[in-house]
């Protein structure tokens, strides 16, 4: 039943169409939207128009940019010799914060995943062969998250990058920092087993 | 830091001034609006448009509609004599959904909060006295929520709406259907206790 005037009932649908956002939640949401002032409300209706106009991939690493190549592509102070493979633009934040890491990156935009109909060409792998093959890379780090699909792409690419004669590496399994024994699972135990480092 | 493209900044901060929402979530949203075809998030985009300039208050009970007056407030099938006062419009919808009242509502659109600044004026109580002046009203049901303000709202507009003759009676507290002596808190017991009725 449409209990709310239409334009009320389309407001909560887009709502709820977005991840994570149940009905009621919806609903909340745009009846905030309603109780805004009309330039606010305005202003969020053209930040969607205005992101997906002004936002596109970097023609190089496929992050999100405002430019044809991204800040970090086009910077001469990070290391270009290497490039970080990850799944997702919010993966690129979280390393950056890390402030350790100072080479490229390539976002896949996407894990492959043959249930949801996700092959090697939704992902942009040709595009990072691509790069690869540039005489200037050295070394590849497969950055995608540590789940099966995550490992399975991690793994294919790795496989079509070795004739390239690159390195190829991937992120250290083990104990998050800060983190207890008592709540690591059994699969994080064994790789952290598999991965331990001699004591200096 | 701006870490991502202005426009993306911009939809996130969009994302984050809405209620519940935090930094991470707001993240998440703005990232699926731009992985949305063109055509859909054009359709948001207009849904909140749409809906800022469609949807207005009923000129009687100030609930969102997108007439003059609202459909229960035009419908000959409602009882005319009844007003069912409730702060907000979802609470239209909570009531309609029980199916057990046919009268009219009035919606404050918010309580009487000192600390938050608002006061009867802001809450539209002179709308709702003008109503219960006319000839035709009976009886005006407080339905705010059984919080302090709700509740001191309900007591505020109670006593000006005595001298017009009508009848003014408060939603029931207790136990919850269904629920669990277990779990009550003591003010509700106590409301509980209060109001018991005789078993047939």
Redesign the interface.
């Known amino acids: 039943m449409a ?6 009932e ?2 909560i ?2 709502f709820a169409a ?4 149940g009905r009621k ?1 919806a ?10 002032p ?1 330039a606010e ?15 596109r991939c970097c023609r190089l690493c496929q992050n ?3 430019q044809d190549i991204c800040p970090i592509c086009s910077s001469d102070r990070r290391d270009h010799s290497m490039i970080c493979v990850v799944s ?3 993966d690129v ?1 979280s390393l ?1 914060r890390a402030r350790e890491y100072n080479g490229l990156y390539h976002v896949l ?1 996407g894990v492959i995943s043959p249930m949801n109909h996700v092959g090697p060409d939704d992902i942009g792998v040709k595009e990072l062969l691509q790069r690869a093959a540039s005489e200037e890379v050295k070394e590849v780090i497969m950055a995608t998250n540590p789940d099966t699909e995550g490992e399975a792409t991690a793994i294919y690419i790795s496989r079509l990058l070795k004739p390239f004669g690159v390195r190829v590496s991937r992120l250290a399994y083990g104990i998050p920092v800060g983190s207890n024994l008592e709540f690591a699972d059994d699969a994080t135990l064994t790789r952290a087993l598999e991965g331990r480092t001699e004591m200096q």
Chains 1, 2 share one sequence.
């Open positions: 209990f709310f005037p239409a334009a009320l389309r407001l649908d887009q977005l991840p994570g956002i939640s609903q909340r949401l745009a009846f905030h939207v309603l109780a805004l009309d409300a305005t202003a969020f209706a053209d930040a969607i128009r205005a992101a997906k106009q002004e936002v999100y940019t405002d997702d633009p919010k934040l950056e935009h």
